[in-house]
Each structure stands twice: as structure tokens, then as C-alpha cells.
């Protein structure tokens, strides 16, 4: 191709962040090219940079970050010494952003419609009447439940899942030359994630956009990208096409990354005949309002095991946990701890019951509050379960730290914003500790950190459980997670339990067929997968599976 193909051109490009007083290289010297219609896949562990030169890319760095030399050119536009009128004029309209967290990234107090046809309309590309209608046919292609209405609902009326794929269709609304799209399937599950990934590939080839596709998904990354680059600590590891990337990487840290998941927790024995569950859900059925969300479900989780539950994105496994948790009461059935009824409300639950049932949530950075020290979040529930104040309490919080792996002088005072993916996931599984529970719910807690951190996570919870005799809730729609560390699956589907057994079992044909369909969706380490899954499913081109033709 020739250069007037190419969109973007980054050269020798170097970023700084603050931390206390001085400045720290974050980026040193970053290069590439991207041209018009393809789409580069960065990639490398947690604090690589990856998600810092894709903003960079834009012309954009976040608070606390600066560009110290190189050049980023936009279609022949510097956009480091861009005024900030050129910037205005493209961002948002020429170049548009996927936030890995959509749940963060959303203004709580608009409608999705109306966020959505803020920049349309901003920009002049269509008047508020047809973006809206535009924002409904894209709603349908990344394949959104009742596409005319679900735009006006505000963000938290709409599930995780839901909302990262109404992020997607927001950036597509002014049909832009470059997307960066930053882990945008993280909170979807196996069988959303092909639709909206096949929808993005469609996207991207429709309108010979250009996208730099930011993951910590290698199967992901294989059905995306044209061109692969390795980032490690801020340097450029390695980069070329895809299929050469992953036939033959050529340094040892990349082929460190094709290697992880090795962590496989062997099959626990069955419990004891008679043994009384840890917890028992019983016939429990329940309701948002008027729509009944679970449907007589029923499963047990036993001491010192791990119970995975999988389903696509609105089946009822969330809604479980809050029943579980007693934030939603059932209208029928009943949730046991160790044999004695759990009052549904957690309001009428004593001290002991709700220490008894702790959860570590999906978004660390959603979860934790950012004007609270490290120590203050964990120090939180010291105080309220264990009555501990002062030197005791901040004693207790560093035995926690040490727990999890983190040192307690380094990080007990820190804020949040200072910590990577990974501290911060870990700070949340001390919070759920400090109360000393014998339950946890895990909800998707590896689904948004890269595979060598998640693996981490993986091990230090087997490693908690066998410690402390700790039964696990795993909420994940990675499959590669329930494989290492489950002991029991159950899956559900439109709030019931299609299927649950021992781990073994659940992985060995035959299979319920939402089962089968889960784990035929799981992406593989091949560049032709998704299109040949596509082709097997009857898809005639990529985009007719957005709209619910798989």
C-alpha cells in the first residue's frame, strides 16, 4: 500500500506519569504505522502501556500523564501540537474511543440514547431524529434485547454486558476513521462476544476503518488483528502480522504469554453422603418488580469447594447472588447456611449471618472508593465484624496484606488510582477477607485483568481456600476459568439451571446443547476461527450474525 493508506503514523514515541514529585517512564519510544481498514492488536500484561499508547494515538493522555517527545500524526494532523478546537473537531467524530469499563464511562444520569446522539449531533453528522434511528440499527447489530426502547433506559437499568455493547454502537455513531477499542469484550460472555466481535470486524471492513484493538485476550486478539504488537514495561517487545505472530513469535517473553493458563486445580472428591452444604439454594424463584428473573432454581455449594456458574449475559447469575447475598429477598424458596434458613432480606440477617457471605466484585475499579486509602477500605470491615480499632485494626489490615500477597508498608496507605488492575483486584479480596467469612462470591473477577495477572488471582484464591477452608461462588463466562479452578459447574440460561454437575462431567460429550453452545464459543488460538465457527453456523458473512441469525 502506499502512504497515502496509512492514517496514523506514531514515531519514537516517549510518555511520563507522575508518581509523588518525579516523572517515570511509562512508554519508551513506541513506533508504528496503521492504515486505513486494519486493525492493530496491542497486547502484554497489566502496566504494559498498552492502554496509555492507545490514547496516545488519539493525541490524548490521562491526568498525571505526559507526552515528552515523538510524533503522532492523524491523517497528516500533529495531534500532539494540535489546537484544542482541530482536537474537538476530530475526537469524538473522526476518532472514537471503546472504554474497557463502560459501567464507569457512562453519565449516570442521561439515557443511553441521549449520550449516544450527543456527538452526531455536535459534530453535524445527523440530526437528533436520525441518530437516534441510527443508534436502534446499531443497537440490533451488536444484537442489544429490544433495540427501538433499550436506549432509554439510564445505564444502570441495563446489565455489564449490555452496556459495553452500547458503548460500541456510541462510537460508531459517527461512523469514524479510527476506533480504539480497549478490552471491549471483557464483560461479555463466550456467545455475546463472537456476535459483537463479529459485528466490530464488519464495522471496521464495511467502512475501511482503521482500529487498534487493545486486549489481554490472545484467542481474541488472533480474530481481530491484522498486525500483533508485544508490550512489555512500557517497550516495544516485538511486532508483525498475525499469523507469523502466532505461528512464531521470536521472544521468550511472548512465547511466555502464548504458555499462560497452565494453573489446573485437580478434581476434588465428591462430599461426604449426608455432608450439609456450606450454602443451599432451594426452589428459589425471583423477581425485578413484575418479571420474574429465576426460575425455581436449585444448586448446593459444599465446604472447601468451588462452585462455577455459567451463563450468557442476563441469565440469572448475578441475580443468584443477590439472593444469595440477600440484597434481593426470593418470592419463593429459600437460601440455607449450613442447614438453617437465611432470612431473604439482608436487613434481617444478624452480625454473624452477614458475615458469613462476602463478595469480591467485577470492577476493582468501580468497587473500591477512590478517596479512601487501602487502608481504609480494608480497615472498614475489620471494624464493623471484628470490633477492632487503632493499632489493632491497622495491624489486622497489614495480616491481610500479607495475605494477598501485597506489602503492607507499600501499599497501606496508597489510594486507589496507584495501584494496577491486578493490586487493586487483590484489595478487593482482602475486603471480603476482613470479615472472615466462610463464603465468597467471586463475580467475574478475572474477566477484566490480563492472563498472567488473572492466572495470579486463580492461584492466590486455590491458595486462600486451601488455607482457610474458604467455599467459592465463581460468576465467570471463561470457560478457561472454570476449567482451573472449579469443582462443580452449574449452568444457567433465561434464569434456570439448564445443567450442573462435577467439573469432569461437565466438560465430557454429551452436553446439554446451551452447554454444547457455550463451549463451542470459546475462542481459539487461530486467525480463521471465528470465521470458519461463522460459516458453521450458517452465517453467510460476518455481519448477518449480528443480528441474531447464529
Same mark, same amino acid.
Given at each position: 500500500?502506499?502512504?497515502?493508506?496509512? #492514517?496514523?503514523?506514531?514515531?519514537?514515541?516517549?510518555?511520563?506519569?507522575?508518581?509523588?514529585?518525579?516523572?517515570?517512564?511509562?512508554?519508551?519510544?513506541?513506533?508504528?504505522d496503521?492504515?486505513?481498514?486494519?486493525?492493530?492488536?496491542?497486547?502484554?500484561?497489566?502496566?504494559?502501556?498498552?492502554?496509555?499508547?492507545?490514547?496516545?494515538?488519539?493525541?490524548?493522555?490521562?491526568?498525571?500523564?505526559?507526552?515528552?517527545?515523538?510524533?503522532? #500524526?492523524?491523517?497528516?494532523?500533529d495531534?500532539?501540537?494540535?489546537?484544542?478546537?482541530?482536537?474537538?473537531?476530530?475526537?469524538?467524530?473522526?476518532?472514537?474511543?471503546?472504554?474497557q469499563?463502560?459501567?464507569?464511562?457512562?453519565n449516570?444520569?442521561?439515557?443511553?440514547?441521549d449520550?449516544?446522539?450527543?456527538?452526531?449531533? %455536535?459534530?453535524?453528522?445527523?440530526?437528533?431524529?436520525?441518530?437516534?434511528?441510527?443508534?436502534?440499527?446499531?443497537?440490533?447489530?451488536?444484537?442489544?434485547?429490544?433495540?427501538?426502547?433499550?436506549g432509554?433506559?439510564?445505564?444502570?437499568?441495563?446489565s455489564?454486558?449490555?452496556?459495553?455493547r452500547?458503548?460500541? /454502537?456510541?462510537?460508531?455513531?459517527?461512523?469514524?476513521?479510527?476506533?480504539?477499542?480497549d478490552e471491549?469484550?471483557?464483560?461479555?460472555?463466550?456467545?455475546?462476544?463472537?456476535?459483537?466481535?463479529?459485528?466490530?470486524?464488519?464495522?471496521?471492513?464495511?467502512?475501511?476503518?482503521?482500529?487498534?484493538?487493545?486486549?489481554?485476550?490472545?484467542?481474541?486478539?488472533?480474530?481481530?488483528?491484522?498486525?500483533i504488537?508485544?508490550?512489555?514495561k512500557?517497550?516495544?517487545?516485538?511486532?508483525?502480522?498475525?499469523?507469523?505472530?502466532?505461528?512464531?513469535?521470536?521472544?521468550?517473553y511472548?512465547?511466555?504469554?502464548? /504458555?499462560?493458563?497452565?494453573?489446573?486445580?485437580?478434581?476434588?472428591?465428591?462430599?461426604?453422603?449426608?455432608?450439609?452444604?456450606?450454602?443451599?439454594?432451594?426452589?428459589?424463584?425471583?423477581?425485578?418488580?413484575?418479571?420474574?428473573?429465576?426460575?425455581?432454581?436449585?444448586?448446593?455449594?459444599?465446604?472447601?469447594?468451588?462452585?462455577?456458574?455459567?451463563?450468557?449475559?442476563?441469565?440469572?447469575?448475578?441475580?443468584?447472588?443477590?439472593?444469595?447475598?440477600?440484597?434481593?429477598?426470593?418470592?419463593?424458596?429459600?437460601?440455607?447456611? $449450613?442447614?438453617?434458613?437465611?432470612?431473604?432480606?439482608?436487613?434481617?440477617?444478624?452480625?454473624?449471618?452477614?458475615?458469613?457471605?462476602?463478595?469480591?466484585?467485577?470492577?476493582?475499579?468501580?468497587? #473500591?472508593?477512590?478517596?479512601?486509602?487501602?487502608?481504609?477500605?480494608?480497615?472498614?470491615?475489620?471494624?464493623?465484624?471484628?470490633?477492632?480499632?487503632?493499632?489493632?485494626?491497622?495491624?489486622?489490615?497489614?495480616e491481610?496484606?500479607?495475605?494477598?500477597?501485597l506489602?503492607?508498608?507499600?501499599?497501606?496507605?496508597?489510594?486507589?488510582?496507584?495501584?494496577?488492575?491486578? %493490586?487493586?483486584?487483590r484489595?478487593?479480596?482482602?475486603? /471480603?477477607?476482613?470479615?472472615?467469612?466462610?463464603?465468597?462470591?467471586?463475580?467475574?473477577?478475572?474477566?477484566?485483568?490480563d492472563?498472567l495477572?488473572?492466572?495470579?488471582?486463580?492461584?492466590?484464591?486455590?491458595?486462600?481456600?486451601? $488455607?482457610?477452608?474458604?467455599?467459592?461462588?465463581?460468576?465467570?463466562?471463561?470457560?478457561?476459568?472454570?476449567?482451573?479452578?472449579?469443582?462443580?459447574?452449574?449452568?444457567?440460561?433465561?434464569?434456570?439451571?439448564?445443567? %450442573?454437575?462435577?467439573?469432569?462431567?461437565?466438560?465430557?460429550?454429551?452436553?446439554?446443547?446451551?452447554?454444547?453452545?457455550?463451549?463451542?464459543?470459546?475462542?481459539?488460538?487461530?486467525?480463521?476461527?471465528?470465521?470458519?465457527?461463522?460459516?458453521?453456523?450458517?452465517?453467510?458473512?460476518?455481519?448477518?450474525?449480528?443480528?441474531?441469525?447464529?
Open positions: 500500500m502506499a502512504d497515502r493508506d496509512i #492514517l496514523v503514523k506514531v514515531r519514537n514515541l516517549y510518555l511520563e506519569g507522575r508518581s509523588d514529585e518525579t516523572w517515570i517512564p511509562i512508554i519508551n519510544g513506541a513506533s508504528f496503521l492504515r486505513r481498514g486494519e486493525v492493530l492488536g496491542l497486547i502484554g500484561e497489566s502496566g504494559a502501556g498498552k492502554s496509555t499508547l492507545g490514547l496516545a494515538a488519539m493525541g490524548f493522555t490521562r491526568d498525571g500523564v505526559r507526552i515528552t517527545s515523538g510524533k503522532v #500524526l492523524f491523517d497528516g494532523v495531534l500532539i501540537n494540535a489546537s484544542a478546537a482541530v482536537k474537538r473537531e476530530l475526537l469524538g467524530r473522526r476518532i472514537a474511543y471503546v472504554a469499563s463502560a459501567a464507569a464511562s457512562f449516570p444520569a442521561h439515557k443511553l440514547i449520550q449516544h446522539t450527543e456527538a452526531p449531533v %455536535q459534530h453535524r453528522v445527523s440530526s437528533r431524529i436520525d441518530s437516534e434511528r441510527d443508534a436502534m440499527e446499531l443497537y440490533e447489530k451488536l444484537r442489544l434485547p429490544d433495540p427501538e426502547h433499550i432509554f433506559r439510564y445505564p444502570h437499568q441495563v455489564g454486558g449490555q452496556l459495553q452500547a458503548m460500541t /454502537a456510541m462510537a460508531m455513531s459517527c461512523r469514524p476513521d479510527l476506533i480504539i477499542f471491549p469484550t471483557t464483560a461479555l460472555d463466550v456467545t455475546t462476544q463472537i456476535e459483537v466481535l463479529a459485528s466490530i470486524r464488519d464495522i471496521v471492513s464495511q467502512f475501511d476503518t482503521a482500529a487498534i484493538y487493545i486486549t489481554h485476550d490472545l484467542a481474541v486478539v488472533a480474530q481481530m488483528a491484522d498486525r504488537k508485544v508490550m512489555l512500557g517497550d516495544e517487545v516485538e511486532e508483525s502480522d498475525t499469523r507469523t505472530m502466532l505461528a512464531s513469535p521470536t521472544q521468550d511472548t512465547k511466555s504469554l502464548w /504458555a499462560v493458563r497452565s494453573f489446573q486445580r485437580p478434581q476434588k472428591p465428591p462430599p461426604p453422603a449426608g455432608a450439609v452444604p456450606v450454602v443451599s439454594v432451594k426452589n428459589v424463584t425471583a423477581a425485578y418488580g413484575r418479571v420474574k428473573v429465576l426460575h425455581d432454581i436449585t444448586f448446593d455449594i459444599h465446604a472447601g469447594r468451588t462452585v462455577a456458574v455459567v451463563g450468557e449475559s442476563g441469565s440469572g447469575k448475578s441475580t443468584a447472588a443477590r439472593v444469595i447475598t440477600g440484597l434481593l429477598p426470593p418470592l419463593e424458596g429459600v437460601v440455607e447456611f $449450613e442447614g438453617e434458613p437465611m432470612p431473604g432480606d439482608y436487613r434481617k440477617r444478624t452480625k454473624m449471618q452477614l458475615r458469613q457471605a462476602q463478595m469480591i466484585y467485577q470492577m476493582a475499579d468501580t468497587a #473500591l472508593n477512590p478517596r479512601k486509602t487501602i487502608g481504609e477500605i480494608i480497615g472498614r470491615p475489620v471494624e464493623f465484624y471484628m470490633g477492632l480499632k487503632g493499632q489493632e485494626k491497622r495491624e489486622r489490615v497489614k491481610l496484606l500479607r495475605e494477598i500477597e506489602e503492607p508498608d507499600q501499599f497501606i496507605d496508597r489510594l486507589p488510582s496507584e495501584l494496577s488492575g491486578g %493490586q487493586k483486584q484489595v478487593g479480596i482482602a475486603r /471480603a477477607l476482613a470479615a472472615e467469612p466462610k463464603f465468597i462470591i467471586c463475580d467475574e473477577v478475572t474477566s477484566a485483568l492472563q495477572v488473572a492466572e495470579g488471582i486463580l492461584r492466590l484464591l486455590a491458595k486462600l481456600q486451601d $488455607e482457610l477452608g474458604l467455599s467459592y461462588m465463581f460468576i465467570t463466562h471463561d470457560l478457561a476459568t472454570v476449567r482451573s479452578i472449579a469443582d462443580e459447574v452449574v449452568v444457567m440460561k433465561d434464569g434456570r439451571v439448564v445443567e %450442573q454437575g462435577p467439573k469432569t462431567e461437565m466438560f465430557r460429550p454429551p452436553h446439554h446443547p446451551y452447554t454444547d453452545l457455550l463451549l463451542s464459543s470459546v475462542p481459539e488460538m487461530d486467525p480463521d476461527w471465528l470465521t470458519n465457527l461463522l460459516a458453521e453456523r450458517g452465517v453467510d458473512n460476518i455481519g448477518d450474525a449480528a443480528v441474531g441469525n447464529m
